[in-house]
């Protein structure tokens, strides 16, 4: 709006005389509107929602902060606009001067609709808070010096522009809020509320794929912040981010399926996505999607399948075999991981899962997986899982033992662990237990007995003891120099030491060595098992007798 001088009237009114318009401008255009004959439906809408501005008017021109908000003059801007439009369409309809009837009813539907928003954006300036705050010039508040209330204040005008006007305002809104949350997102999320996350919700569906883009960036950006999940959860962001996930453009689809899995890492949560229909869509961009999206399809996938009662589900929308080719074919190291992982939970507790999976092939690109330098857990811990679907000939022809093997050489603690338990399972007849000793187990386990972790030491025990009832691998640890120390340390008779019956187990079988025995007597084997025996531990009471009868016989012979 331009006066006769060429000067910008924007810049020189006032908010009082903005509002002072506005005031005036109404009884106007309410008296032109009732004049009208024709469109009297419409026209009849128009004049109730007409009567409506003066108190929204006067509820905000009431606030105490009113004439030091940039947003209320803009707002008064916007419907002192609106309501020259009224006029001019009344105006038209009196003298019946317009283009057509179908095009003066779509003008009219505009106006009504226009209307609508003016009432809307002038509530939500109140609800919203942000007339609470007085905004200083940006160049202001963007100064070191600025006061943390005034830098708030001006984020609370910026997420309140997410709510109000129209659609090219809310475009700029959201490109200056991604750009201050790249620098301030600290900021931004200590003024973050409710209703602005509802705003943000709302803006995945509009009808502009450019700005359900950006909303998708800022959602991303909140969801991985972890600090407003429940407020994204529960103003409904679930069925909007699995629709981009479906249709969105590359952009939406990556943003929205990393939303997705930070939010998947609630059981809950993990559900709900099942309910609302996100799997199909997240097993597609597994199969299809670029790396990024893969990867994070991948995850979510994995929090999912965490949940023991949607894991069926999963399957029936064809899981498995994805997940397979995932591991095999995976763009990313963490598309594998994440495929392991998810093969992991779908086989931890479920036959029928554990079937399909050994169908699939995935016993195979499991074990190709851990040819890897460092081997991971997970793939380790569906192995264990899977061994007692197969035959022993079969696990033996594919490669298991030396994979096992390279597990416990190279793997982390965690994969070891799986593997040690992996070979407790498979530790079933004598021809495995003669090939595993033969694959090199035996001085990896003995190894493992020094972790610090007690689970790992417990496995490691368990898989020596059952190892050691073949004759040939007994000899094998009797040889090994650490086996006896490490195997004594672990009759510690603390209630965490859970491998104390495993090392009775193993020490007994080589109290036959008279070697064995003076090494267990001098490392203070008799003194745990004294407790051991107080505490009813299986095998206690009579290695310990066999090695006190042997110290009696050693103090005689010296004699």
């Not at 202001?140 to 830098?151: C, D, R």
């Not at 909303?215 to 991303?220: L, M, S």
Request: include cysteine; hydrophobic fraction near 40%.
């Amino acid at each position: 709006m331009v006066d006769d001088s060429g000067t910008n009237m924007v810049d020189i009114l006032s908010v009082e005389e903005w509002l002072s318009r506005a005031q005036a401008l109404v009884p106007v255009a309410l008296e032109k509107a009732r004049e009208v004959k024709g469109f009297p439906g419409r026209w009849k809408m128009i004049i109730s929602k007409l009567e409506q501005i003066p108190n929204r008017l006067s509820d905000l021109s009431s606030h105490p902060f009113f004439s030091k908000n940039a947003l209320c003059k803009e707002q008064l801007q916007t419907v002192l606009k609106t309501l020259n439009e009224a006029v001019d369409l009344a105006e038209k309809c009196v003298k019946e001067k317009y283009e057509g009837k179908l095009q003066m009813q779509s003008d009219l539907d505009a106006l009504s609709g226009r209307l609508d928003l003016n009432l809307r954006d002038c509530g939500l300036l109140i609800k919203s808070g942000v007339l609470g705050e007085v905004t200083l010039p940006s160049a202001v508040a963007s100064t070191s010096a600025a006061p943390e209330a005034a830098v708030h204040g001006n984020l609370r005008e910026l997420l309140a522009r997410l709510q109000i006007g129209h659609l090219e305002a809310k475009h700029k809104a959201l490109d200056n809020l991604l750009e201050v949350m790249k620098e301030d997102e600290k900021n931004v999320l200590a003024v973050l509320g409710r209703s602005n996350i509802a705003a943000l919700v709302q803006l995945l569906t509009a009808t502009s794929p450019r700005m359900r883009e950006k909303t998708a960036t800022v959602i991303c950006s909140l969801a991985e912040s972890g600090s407003c999940e429940n407020w994204l959860v529960a103003e409904g962001v679930l069925p909007p981010l699995i629709r981009l996930v479906e249709s969105g453009t590359t952009v939406s689809k990556e943003k929205a399926t990393i939303s997705l899995q930070r939010l998947s890492m609630t059981a809950e949560t993990a559900r709900s996505i099942v309910g609302h229909g996100g799997i199909r869509p997240l097993i597609e961009i597994c199969r299809t999607g670029d790396s990024v999206s893969q990867a994070a399809a991948a995850c979510t996938l994995k929090n999912i399948s965490a949940v023991p009662e949607v894991r069926q589900v999963l399957a029936e929308e064809g899981i498995i075999k994805v997940i397979i080719n995932l591991l095999d074919c995976g763009i990313l190291l963490g598309s594998k991981e994440y495929a392991a992982e998810c093969l992991q939970n779908l086989t931890s507790g479920n036959d029928d899962l554990r079937r399909s999976v050994v169908s699939e092939g995935g016993i195979r690109s499991l074990l190709a997986y851990l040819d890897g330098p460092l081997p991971q857990e997970s793939a380790v811990g569906a192995l264990r899982n899977l061994v007692g679907s197969v035959s022993m000939e079969v696990l033996v022809s594919l490669g298991l033992l030396p994979r096992l093997v390279h597990v416990l050489k190279s793997g982390s603690l965690g994969a070891q662990q799986a593997a040690a338990s992996a070979v407790c399972r498979i530790c079933t007849s004598t021809e495995m237990k003669k090939l595993l000793g033969e694959a090199g187990c035996i001085p990896l386990l003995i190894k493992m007995l020094e972790a610090k972790a007690n689970g790992v030491r417990e496995v490691a025990a368990q898989a020596i003891a059952s190892l050691m009832s073949l004759a040939h691998n007994c000899r094998e640890v009797k040889r090994d120099d650490k086996s006896v120390p490490n195997l004594v340390q672990l009759l510690d008779p603390a209630p965490q030491n859970t491998a104390k019956k495993y090392a009775v187990a193993s020490l007994s079988l080589l109290s036959s060595s008279k070697k064995c025995k003076k090494l267990m007597i001098s490392y203070g084997a008799i003194g745990y098992l004294k407790k051991l025996n107080e505490m009813d531990i299986p095998g206690a009471k009579k290695l310990l007798e066999r090695l006190e009868r042997g110290k009696l016989r050693s103090m005689f012979s010296r004699k």
